[in-house]
């Protein structure tokens, strides 16, 4: 595919923060070395003396901001520096700035910190034990609890119970965090690979005070990671401020693993399905235990309200979900922020019933699959799709079922995902030396949102792709620019995008009637066509301006469901699992660009697969972080990887522009799910847990 997007990024121009100029000192956080531990006294005076600026917490005076748009991540709630104890390994403490940032480190080492260390909790089970308790004004480690109910209980029939763990993950971006801040006169200038940072940087404004112009770096991957970065920009802008000097931060990789605020969910589940003696579901009771680190509040546990029953008809659901501190980063808004493990426990379910009734797991799924739309569930309204005929689609596979032997393993799994929150999106369209422009209101993560405008604008004005370029504007150009997250990019660009086109046509259809003396009758192929047939190109009216705000309000939060039926297959050898195929067949609504899609679904299954089987955050008895590198972490290779066969089936939603839905999140629980049930297949036990090994499935 021909994406203009990374040109610039491959010729080495791609405006990543080490691309900007920069003059000033440079930021170095110290870090807290315990888990848990009183902060009786910091003292940074001999730090100084040899040239050290130093920010403390107790120096920080800040407002509390409520987080803005569609979220789940780190906000300014909560403390930005450690202040009288610290929480968690990791957890900033202290601001050090120098002239260069080794400097930094050093004079870092100056600053005398006195701990007492204290007992920490390092999990949820000994979080609920109530022994230490990390937020004393709450008197319990459970910091909130929500029940939600839908449907009229029917638990006849048998009953399943089932208790399941999906452990905590890292983003990890190829760029991370990295912010420039700079004072100015009457503002503070802020280049970042912030996520949404146009509509972000009004929350360090409420909290500062003061106005703040963002300018988006090219983010380097984010899904949600890089929302939590607005904790780290606030203390930046506040040192910046206070010292008046510019300041510039770019995180390490351990850095990220220990304190990003952005991991995804780690999470016990324990539900219990009624169903009949065919498969059918009449009942799920859900409650969720969610561990959210050092943190008094979470979204990631309450996102799966917009799929509670997946894919699935099931007339009756019960969700709680419990927020449980502990003595670890605090988890943000990764690749789905929540969506993922709940697939995944669905599917566990559907495997358990067809599985205790001894007949066969598509059979279960067909039984349950939502099989009329739209359909409303009480908690969404699914607006199109067709799982059955996914479902079917994957079961015709007979060369993938015919790889099955002793050794090797197939799985399936079914799922949807909420896409497309209601919200908006704003574009500004002018023409300028020749070309559409087309501003656009967040910095590049990768997944070819630039290159997704330019092609709309293209065919929907009808000229060549060469005659449209893309800009990435500020805060002060579009200050209500959100950008991606929640899946929401497809339908928003398009609706955007299209809504621009139609403003600028009708705008310049005056003035081409004054310049042909004529009355315009058409509009063709890049040109206003007039009534004696002259012609003038839409592209001449030089310096020609405006702006569109695409705005979608459903009924219930989200608006589009994609669906998805994935087939795994798993080899048993050399005492390892080794995954050697995997088969998405995936309805993305009316697809704009289907290589983009595929590019993200494979992505994304990418990430399902690696969940299942490889990345996890360790942490020992004491609540000390074991996984501070890629390699303790597990990050796979591509040669831990599966080849991953994307097969796009449309069905084009009735409610949004285009007919488009969102799926850059809906790959990756069910291709966990799919892993999980191709090791069920292979070796005949129950898997309960990811990430999956073979020495903890074969010695329960």
Known sequence: MKRIDVYNALLGKGEFIDDFKFRGKYAYFLRSPYPHARISKIDSSEAERRGALVLTGK??????????????????TSPLLAINKALYVGQPVALILADDPYEAVDLAEYVQVDYEPLEAVPNID????????????????VVKEQTFEFGKNNSRGR???????WSRSSGNPIEPYGAQVIPMDDYLLIISNQQAGNLVSDEIQKALGIKVIHKNARQGGSFGAKFSLVRYLAVLSYASLKFRVPIKWIETRTEHLMAS???????????????????????LDIHIWEDVGASRDAGQPFKPLGHLTGPYKIPYVKYTGTLVATNKNPPGAFRGAGTPPHTWALERVMDAIADELGIDRAEV????????????????????????????????????????DKNTGIG??????????????????????GKIVIGLGFG????????????????????????????????????????????????????????????????????AEAVLNDKIIDYKEGYFIGENGGKVRITQFEGEEVSFTYTLQGKYRFNAYPFACDLAVVRIEDGKIKPIKHVVYIDPGNPIDEDLVREQVIGGTAIGISIALYERYLYDDSGNLLTTSLADYGLPTAADLPDIEVNIVPTPSPVTPFGAKGIGEIPVGVAAAAVTSAIEDVIKKRITKVPITLEDVLNE
């Open 365 to 404: 799924r067909k039984t349950n699959a939502i099989d009329s739309f739209p359909y409303d569930s009480g908690f969404a309204y699914y607006d199109s799709g067709n799982p059955k005929g996914l479902l079917e689609l994957a079961l015709s596979r007979k060369d993938i079922f015919s790889m099955r």
């Open 159 to 165: 009953e399943l119970e089932l208790e399941l763990y």
């Open 59 to 76: 120096d920080m005076l800040s407002r509390t901001v409520q987080q803005a748009g569609e979220r789940e991540g780190a906000g300014l």
């Open 126 to 141: 000994r979080a609920l034990q109530n022994k230490v308790i990390l937020f004393d004004d709450l008197k319990s480690n």
């Open 412 to 433: 399936l799994a079914l799922s949807t995902d909420p896409s497309t929150p209601s919200g908006s999106e704003r574009v500004k369209i002018k023409i300028k030396d």
């Open 261 to 283: 605020n952005s991991s995804g969910p780690e999470r016990k589940f324990k539900i219990r399905a009624n169903y009949t003696s065919d498969g059918k579901v009449n009942a």
């Open 444 to 511: 590049p993560e990768g997944q070819g949102n630039e290159h997704t405008a330019v092609l709309l604008a293209s065919k929907l004005l009808g000229i060549p792709q060469e005659d449209v370029k893309y800009e990435i504007l500020d805060n002060t150009e579009l200050p209500s620019s959100f950008g991606p997250g929640g899946s929401r990019m497809a339908v928003y660009s398009y609706g955007a995008v299209a809504g621009g086109v139609e403003e600028l046509k009708a705008k310049l259809r005056k003035r």
